[in-house]
């Protein structure tokens, strides 16, 4: 079960992390120059790059990993909530957290696990 546990966040990090990552292809359109598009893509990614250096850090102390996917997690509700107020809230806005956020308080919550057995000494 410690290997799982061990395991399982890292695992579901890198998942997400290329999950989010694949949202940047949209930036590949017709009419546009390589240095558009290279600017596009490095700005759709920076919360890939900042959630790599989060796993990387992670791997070793994973309670920075999971106060920083929690709140990942949390900013991320926090903007959606904020753009539905700004701009008029629709129902289907519902489903988005569910889909990034969701993942990100799972994968936090497994490593505060992690680090909680580790510090127990389980």
Request: glycine share 10%.
């Amino acid at each position: 079960m410690n290997k799982i546990i061990y395991w399982m966040p890292r695992i579901l990090s890198i998942l997400f992390i290329l999950f989010l990552a694949m949202f940047s292809l949209d930036v590949f359109e017709e009419g546009q120059t390589w240095q558009q598009m290279a600017i596009g893509l490095f700005m759709h990614n920076i919360p890939v790059f900042v959630l790599a250096v989060v796993l990387w850090i992670s791997w070793k102390r994973e309670i920075v990993g999971g106060i920083a996917f929690i709140l990942a997690g949390l900013l991320y509700v926090a903007m959606i909530f904020y753009s539905g107020m700004r701009e008029g809230f629709e129902w289907y806005m519902l489903s988005w957290p569910m889909t990034i956020a969701g993942p990100a308080f799972l994968i936090g919550g497994l490593f505060l696990w992690g680090w909680r057995q580790r510090k127990a000494g389980k």
